[in-house]
């Protein structure tokens, strides 16, 4: 279903928490959740709340600004905790609390590298190989030998990546997400038999698929950001417990013992808990849609649609006006698209969280307050915020100097101040999480788009900081204009494909050596699955002055994978393509990414591989699908 967007005013909604630590616990659960007053923890003095009404206003202003439905903030101080929601969690009305529940992404991830330090520190548990005892130096490959098979020339990775490693991003191997499939098994367009065989992908089919993987990196050489590293690890994790699910070790060892809940690993056990609200995902349609397409997708009742047809609008919304007027149609710019739920069961350990601010901020508090949250034992405390790796100087934009890289967190420091946190992102719902140990200080979004939802976050996120601190207005790093540069740039990936990807490629271009039709089929490998390519016709007329540009000739629906996407050919020159890749079911190119890609063409005169270099956060390999 599709919303149109709201005034500012009437998207503004609050519930307000405030909540003790442990000592005045008992007597806060006394009070209704709307009337709940701003109250002290032992030794503390009078403090005002920061989400007074100014802050509403700014939440507010936000909101609108960054096209976000609704977002919940908390803060951490001290022995209190406050926490509010702004905006709709679901259209038309239902508005966000502290007690609405997200998706919180790679937030996740911290939770992982817990629950392992958690194994480790026990001393109950140790290498299948030698008999040695579990330690963050443990090789993958002790915990779990057949599964953790690495391609050939690999074998020094294979035996001594370890759990550190992974758990740190320094294990060599680049994301990779394009090749988390929904099913496993047989390749499609084999044998109905064998097509029978597939079953729904489990982390463990995803451990087993990276023999087919190339590394981007020697281990311990460069950061590299690898979510299937992390699922490794929930692998092993689950393999040492004995079979036990990682969201029941989560809820035994962390959750529970904190009060988290109504924090969980799977939407689904979410959704089916009673008095739990889980905020639907919205994407805003920067490229609007005409009168004709809406009244159609509203006969047929849903929004999935909208999706699907808009993915090939690329060419932005002076192009769209252009193209409206031209068949006589009214345009609607902008408004809210709903997304489905999505069932992240192989994410697991890497971003499989759903949760709501007030559960994070009990999690935060424990970080903060080592010496009193014995959930965590001292050494695992020490451990997870130990830097393991360094990023590269951008990262240090808005800090002192660039970040580093713990288990699951980043860290750094601001105005001389240490500091700990972790973004995450979905299909549609984006999480930001702060922490200053030395101020015993923390603040936590979560919001309902996805992208923006970040952008919004830490918009929100600093300001608090910063008020907090003191930083004078001109001293304070500029998150918004920074935001918003990310984001004009990502609106207009699409429309410079071909120059960024091939800026040396000939003028005039080549001529590919076949006919458009001859590349049509499916291409498989065994880890990236099936890409079935078909085609597109047409061309889209651009704005006034600017010629005509051709759009993709060759188009691929990837429905079948984790994350939903569509690839979309571009011909650059001969057998080259730039490859324009946008999530399914959020089609606004805020998620969006671009891939070389070349057909072979073999002896015989026909096409035999597609060859295809995935560039999220550099470089991915080159990984070769066969036609089949």
């Known amino acids: ?26 007597k806060q659960q006394q009070q209704p959740l709307g009337e709940q007053k701003v109250l002290l923890g032992e030794g503390d003095s009078v403090r005002k709340s920061p989400l007074d009404a100014g802050f509403g206003t700014f939440a507010e202003e936000a909101l609108h600004r960054w096209h976000v439905p609704g977002i919940a903030v908390a803060v951490v101080d001290g022995d209190s905790t406050w926490a509010e929601g702004y905006g709709i969690a679901t259209f038309p009305s239902s508005p966000v609390t502290p007690s609405t529940l997200f998706y919180t992404g790679s937030t996740t991830k911290a939770f992982t590298a817990a629950i392992t330090s958690l194994l480790i520190a026990s001393g109950n548990f140790s290498s299948s190989q030698d008999g040695s005892p579990l330690s963050w130096r443990t090789p993958i490959s002790h915990l779990i030998r057949d599964d953790f098979v690495l391609q050939e020339g690999y074998e020094w990775a294979a035996a001594h990546l370890t759990l550190e490693d992974a758990l740190s991003h320094r294990t060599g191997f680049p994301r ?16 109905r038999q064998q097509q029978q065989q597939q079953h729904r992908s489990t982390v463990r089919d995803v451990v087993r ?20 590293m992390f699922m490794a690890v929930s692998h092993a994790v689950e393999t040492l417990t004995g079979g036990a699910w990682l969201g029941a070790t989560m809820r035994e060892r962390i959750w529970g013992p904190l009060g988290m809940a109504s924090t969980f690993l799977s939407v689904e056990e979410a959704l089916g808990t009673p008095g739990v609200e889980v905020a639907r995902g919205y994407y805003w349609d920067y490229f609007g849609v005409s009168g004709k397409e ?15 047809q808009y993915y090939w609008n690329h060419f932005g919304a002076a192009d769209a006006d252009d193209e409206f007027e031209r068949k006589g149609e009214k345009k609607e710019k902008g408004g809210f698209v709903e997304v489905p739920f999505s069932n992240l069961e192989v994410a697991s350990g890497a971003g499989g969280i759903v949760s709501n601010v007030l559960d994070y901020s009990r999690w935060i508090r424990c970080l903060i307050r080592e010496d009193a949250c014995t959930v965590l034992p001292a050494e695992a405390h020490r451990e997870l915020k130990a830097a393991r790796a360094v990023l590269g100087p951008d990262s240090g934009k808005g800090y002192d100097a660039p970040l580093a890289y713990a288990l699951g967190w980043l860290l750094g420091t601001y105005k001389g101040r240490r500091v700990f946190t972790h973004g995450g992102g979905m299909e549609a719902h984006g999480a930001e999480v702060y922490f200053f140990p030395d101020l015993a200080y923390g603040v936590v979004t979560l919001a309902n788009t996805a992208v923006t939802s970040n952008m919004a976050g830490m918009e929100l996120a600093w300001r608090l900081i910063n008020d907090r601190i003191g930083v004078p207005e001109e001293e304070r790093f500029d998150w918004a204009g920074s935001s918003k540069k990310t984001l004009d740039e990502q609106l207009k990936l699409a429309d410079t494909a071909i120059e960024k990807l091939y800026p040396d490629r000939a003028d005039p271009p080549l001529p590919r050596a076949l006919p458009l039709q001859d590349y049509v089929g499916t291409y498989f490998h065994p880890a990236y ?7 597109v016709d047409g061309t889209r007329k651009r704005g006034k002055g600017e010629g005509k540009e051709k759009k993709g000739e060759l188009k691929a629906i990837r429905d079948d994978m984790e994350w939903q996407m569509t690839f979309e050919f571009r011909h650059a020159s001969g057998e080259f393509w730039a490859v324009v890749i946008d999530f399914l079911n959020t089609p606004n190119m805020l998620n969006g990414q671009l891939a070389r890609a070349e057909f072979v063409v073999g002896v015989g005169g026909t096409v035999d591989q597609l060859r295809m270099e995935f560039l999220e956060d550099g470089s991915e390999g080159v990984i070769g699908f066969d036609r089949i």
């Open 529 to 535: 699955r099936n890409v079935t390519i078909e085609l």
């Open 176 to 191: 990779h997400d394009k090749a988390l499939s929904r099913f496993s098994g047989p390749a499609d367009g084999e044998s």
């Open 294 to 308: 809406k009244e159609e997708e509203e006969e047929k009742g849903g929004f999935f649609g909208v999706a699907k």
């Open 1 to 26: 279903m599709r919303f149109l967007p709201c005034p500012p005013s009437s998207l503004f909604t609050t519930a307000s928490l405030t909540l003790l630590g442990t000592v005045l616990a008992q």
């Open 209 to 228: 698929s990276l023999r087919f993987l190339p590394m981007a990196a020697e281990p311990r050489v460069a950061w590299r950001y690898c979510n299937l």
